[in-house]
């Protein structure tokens, strides 16, 4: 019987509401499918802030290196500044992990509405493959006569060749094993004067390895405009940290609500755990009211699996939720509907069961 150890960090607001569903969901599968999964919960987060001057305990990252995947909800809350609490946790685990490439999928379910015009299921269904771990996040930079009127503020970007290299290379193997085999790159090369044109050229040299994969690239501006205006026309997408990041938000936004879009943090190796989280942030505005919709988490949870090996038990928590959304069974508000958090993650968890 396989078996699996996974570290569970519910973190702030609706992190600690969707998490439970998502498990409720991965127990499910598990059962169905003869696996163990052994769950280690983590209470860090901007509370443990609050008492212990520190998001996590000076050894967390090693404490978390023994597992095979990590599960989080959210991190940030009102009361902790968001670059304190995201520096404190999230980036930490995304880099000392290794996590360099963040996986995002995007696509129209049938039974939700797009908020654009005449699209189809089908329609949307593409990747984003974020470059997770350099670029523009990066705390190299700093402040200069602060507080006077000659303060100057610079924030470096560090785009490495062995960073790009691997997030294109992840990015491109991605495009080369989907039918449309079509890969979009974004930049800004037109602004951004050294990083932009470099980031470019990386593209253009793998590509030669890819006679297969159609490349095109556009400018981030024009890009987003794009994804608004033809979702249709994409299949892979890669991006630098800040690139990534925009258009994985937008993209899920175009299906309907960003609710539902998983996020992987992977290191492609498996020289340390993966981590699998929802898009979406702590949700202050709706934390505590039972109405955060579980699905982004529920499919994170089948990322999680399929990283781990079980395509069966990813392809069962999928169908699972494309049942769900397809008969109305259960939705939360924000896809239409009246449920709660738990009254949709039980719909989904008995579907799997059953
Ligand atoms: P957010 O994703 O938390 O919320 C944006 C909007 O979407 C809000 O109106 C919220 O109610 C709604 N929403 C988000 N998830 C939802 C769900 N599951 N069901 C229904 N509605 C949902 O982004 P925001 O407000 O920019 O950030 C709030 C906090 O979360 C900040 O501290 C931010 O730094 C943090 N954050 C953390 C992330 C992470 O842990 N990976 C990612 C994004 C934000
Ligand atoms: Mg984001």
């Not at 350099?134 to 924030?155: K, P």
């Not at 249709?232 to 609500?257: H, Q, R």
Request: proline fraction near 5%; charge should be negative; aromatic fraction near 8%.
């Amino acid at each position: 019987m396989s078996q699996f150890n996974i570290a569970v960090i519910p973190g702030d607001g609706i992190g600690t509401e969707v998490i439970p569903e998502g498990i409720k969901a991965l127990e499910a599968a598990a059962s169905k499918h003869g696996v163990e999964l052994n769950f280690t919960h983590f209470d860090w987060s901007c509370e443990t802030y609050h008492r212990t001057g520190r998001m996590m305990p000076a050894d967390g990252l090693e404490q978390l290196k023994q597992f095979d995947s990590i599960f989080l909800g959210a991190v940030g809350f009102p009361g902790v500044p968001d670059h304190i609490s995201l520096w404190g946790l999230l980036l930490p685990i995304r880099r000392a992990f290794n996590q360099y490439v963040n996986l995002r999928p995007v696509r129209l379910f049938e039974g939700l509405q797009s908020p654009l015009a005449n699209k189809q299921p089908g329609d949307i269904d593409f990747y984003v493959v974020r470059e997770n771990v350099e670029g523009e996040y990066s705390n190299i930079g700093g402040i200069q006569y602060e507080g006077t009127e000659d303060e100057v503020v610079s924030q470096q970007s560090i785009f490495t060749r062995k960073g790009t290299d691997r997030i294109l290379k992840y990015a491109f193997d991605l495009a080369q094993s989907r039918d449309k085999k079509h890969l979009s790159s974004a930049t800004k090369s037109n602004g951004l004067f050294h990083s932009m044109p470099y980031w470019d050229n990386r593209v253009e040299a793998m590509a030669e390895h890819y006679p297969d994969v159609r490349v095109d690239q556009f400018h981030i501006d024009i890009f987003t405009a794009n994804l608004v205006r033809m979702p249709e026309f994409y299949d892979v997408i890669v991006g630098s940290n800040l690139f990534g990041d925009i258009l994985s938000d937008l993209g899920p936004a175009c299906t309907g609500t960003i609710a539902i879009a998983p996020s992987a943090n992977i290191n492609p190796e498996k020289d340390f755990p993966s981590m699998f989280e929802p898009v979406h942030g702590s949700a202050p505005d709706i934390a505590g009211q039972n109405i955060a919709n579980p699905i982004g988490t529920v499919w994170a949870a089948a990322m999680m699996m399929q990283h781990l090996g079980r395509q069966d038990m990813h392809d069962t928590i999928m169908a699972a939720i494309e049942t769900v959304i397809r008969e109305q069974m259960a939705l939360t508000r924000d896809m239409g509907g009246t449920a709660s958090t738990q009254e949709l993650g039980q719909a989904i968890s008995d579907i799997i069961s059953a």
